[in-house]
């Protein structure tokens, strides 16, 4: 029988695993706004610097099945506290490393921790909390964790140009312990105290829930759905984002952090009324879902055919970012489908796999924009057509997101 209200207790839960999720997001987007001292430090190309995002959310989403079915068998509590302190060993030898492969493993490793974070709030949930809740809460957690980008634009860019890159990565690294210790004390399973998983749930062999949801189109659109909304938004955060505007148009660190800023605090807006919207959409997910990217992607185009036409640049990117924050919560409205029409014991399986849709964009899209930026810059300091014509690799990974999700549609619309 599910939870028929919220208790003070489940708030204290839920707030204590958003805390490691947000430290989680903290980390992932901490390499997007340090990529230009990267290439000084491990004195790289940009096809070199790619290598280090795309290693990363390759990592990412390739343990989001896995991780899942972790998840479902041993519960939230155990996988954040070992996601938490794999993430912080990651930053920590980040920040002490100059060797490029060493720092590759780094990534490596903080890739893994942070796998765990969103799925095992997403286990708890359903745990502590009416289901009627669950999509509000579930966008209310996408949406906070954007309090961890803006932890990495701000002050963590400031340290970083401050006091340097080790003590700025050992500040992520010693964050990690601390959510990782609050988990340990704060974090149960299920108002019960028990693991949620039953002991039906534990016999339900590995190569069935794999199965289950490889073989699900409901999995399928999520995953798509999750790289076409939230893809070229990883992309932009994760590497790609602080580079442009800097190099391209030639904006300060504090103009940078003043756009991550607007689009973090507008997503943590955007995010809840996403869930309200998709809690009432029901079947008419997928449509909004195929409408609202190409919507984002138009965005996309007129930032970069007139950002660098504007005389106030700052104003012109910050505004088409605020726009594109009330798209890309759309990415999440698969994990209500998924939700709704899984079974529960290999829902957060499903839910990993869905995903896995915005780090798969984000791991080609990154690496194609770096080969076509070596390429068309030939050596030279990077410019505005550069980049220009560089962000076209994403243009090719989103397309192929576009794809994958009308085919899904159309063939649920033809087995309904």
Known sequence: MGVEKVSGKALVVWLTAMC??????????????????????????????????????????????????????????????????ILAAGQLILGFSDSYIIAIFARVLIGVGDSSAFLSVMRILPNWFPLSWTPVLQQLTGAFGFIGQFFSAVPFLHMLNTAGWTISFMSLGAAGIIVAIAAAVFVRDSPTGGEPVKRGEASISIAFRLKSVLTSLYCWQGVFNHWVSMGPVMVFLLLWGTPTLTLGLEM???????????????????????????????????????ITPLIQAALWIVLFMFADRISNPLIFVSVIMFLISFSSPVANFGFDTIREKLDRRIMVAGTGMANMGAYLCAMLATQLIGFLLDLNADGHAYTWSNFQVAWLGLAAAWLAGMIGLAVCLNLQRRRA
Not at 275 to 290: H, N, Q, Y
């Open 252 to 290: 300060s660190s504090a103009e940078v952090s003043t756009v991550l800023t607007i689009f973090a605090l507008a997503t943590v807006i955007t995010g809840p009324l996403s869930g309200i919207v998709s809690s009432r959409l029901g079947p008419r997910r997928g449509l909004i879902g195929f």
């Open 20 to 85: 490691v999720y947000i430290v989680a997001i903290a980390g992932r987007t901490s390499f997007g706004v340090a990529g230009v001292h990267a290439i000084d430090r491990f004195d790289i190309d940009a096809s070199r610097l790619a290598v280090f995002t795309s290693v990363q959310v390759g990592v990412y989403a390739l343990a989001q099945i896995p991780m899942g079915m972790l998840v479902d068998r041993f519960g939230a509590r155990k996988l954040l506290l070992a996601g938490a302190l």
